[in-house]
């Protein structure tokens, strides 16, 4: 075995996957304001941007080839609906506008991330109701709300709707309100199997969406079932997404294998905030070798079977790859 890795220009011809600044969709987290760079502090090298600095962060990205971007906002103010989601004025719908006005912008694919706990005062990805003495996350009565969130971002410049709310049913409901509203042409990347993972942490910090009582496991999927993953993914085909976006990557490397040999859309892995900033707590302890774990965690999600990334490294990807 050994002849075929005596030399780097070898091991090249012989290797199996492949990683490009293409394959690689980098997330913004946009803010009201100006000048506006707040670093996230559980996840060093991470911002909030304001739309101003988040043109330049586009153009930067354009420039590096990377595949796209992922928008996610941090609304003025909130409320129990999450209004700000698909008000015309609301800040990713303001991002979109100022992205596609910049040439660059167009080399990449723009990707808004559709849901509600951004901009809930609750923080939960749907409508709250009261069950009981308690409460709980209304499917239904969500569903309206997704799809009126999508049509606003569509309208706005996304080229592609990504909801991640986890609720039933709610790929058909984008679908029919992107069609109704003239929007037929925008696809749905659908979070399809999304687990309730502890690795999103660090992202709650960046999009102050933190769900302010209980937790999402009534809604997202429990991380030891691959095969209701499955059924997962093709319910959102049946309901009509073009592609699928699987969440978190890493401790779910298999369960992407499995949906790979299953169906034959694109599939999308995200490298959540945790996988991020656990790299980057090693890497600032002199533990593990920054260059080499970021190009081997990204490579380890291709060889799964995840046509592209979603990744806080895009960048420094990028870099690395060119
Ligand atoms: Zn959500």
Known sequence: MRRLRRSESLRALVRETTLEPG???????LCPGEGVRCEVSSMPGVFQLSVDEAVREAEEAARQGLGGLLLFGLPEAKDEQGSGAWDENGIVQQGLRALKRTRTAKKLVLI?????????SHGHC?????????????NDSSLGLLGRTAVSLAKAGADVVAPSDMMDGRVGAIRRALDDENCADTPILSYASKF????????????????????????????????EAMREIELDLEEGADMILMKPAMPYLDVVRA?????????????VSGEYSMLQAAF???????????LESLLGIRRAGAGFIVTYFAKEAARLLS
């Open 259 to 271: 949906a790979r040999e299953r169906v034959d859309v694109p599939i999308g892995a995200y490298q």
């Open 196 to 227: 309730a993972s502890a690795f999103y942490g660090p992202f709650r910090e960046a999009a102050d969406s933190a769900p302010q009582f209980g937790d999402r496991k009534a809604y997202q999927m429990d991380g030891a079932n691959l095969r």
């Open 112 to 120: 808004a991330d559709v849901c509600l706990c951004e901009y809930t």
């Open 126 to 138: 749907g409508m709250i109701v009261k069950s009981g003495d308690g409460w709980a996350v209304d």
């Open 284 to 294: 600032q302890k002199g533990w593990l070798d920054h260059d080499r774990a970021i």
């Open 23 to 29: 394959d690689l969709i980098y997330p913004l987290f």
